[in-house]
Nanobody, 120 residues
């Protein structure tokens, strides 16, 4: 079954760093474009970072300068590096991507979600 598999995420103190990774469920699949979203309790899911198939990146104002989305071609993943974390970054983080399977592209495939908690 086609899906995105997330790794990373845990409890970190304010000012700390975390790295999240997103990979396709089969190593032969590749992620063409991806976005990282987050949803905090009682709030709507929001886009925090986006990576286009051409390598263009966009960020929400709230994470600009602190988060970096990138592609790791060796690992076949799309990663989110999060620095200078704040308590308000606490949320469940999701990746969503367009996945090339070899015989076509599946659009808007979601990962399972990863809890990130920023607290002292």
């Amino acid at each position: 079954q086609l899906s995105l598999v997330q790794s990373g995420g845990e409890l970190v103190q304010p000012g700390g760093s975390l790295r999240l990774s997103c990979a396709a469920s089969r190593s032969t699949f590749s992620i063409k474009a991806a976005g990282w979203y987050r949803q905090a309790p009682g709030k709507q899911r929001e886009l925090v970072a986006d990576l286009s198939s051409g390598g263009r990146t966009t960020y929400a104002d709230s994470v600009m300068g602190r988060f970096t989305v990138s592609r790791d071609n060796a690992k076949n993943t799309v990663d989110l590096q999060m620095n200078s974390l704040k308590p308000e970054d606490t949320a469940v983080y999701y990746c969503k991507g367009d996945v090339y399977t070899g015989w076509g592209t599946a659009n808007d495939v979601w990962g399972q979600g990863t809890q990130v908690t920023v607290s002292s």
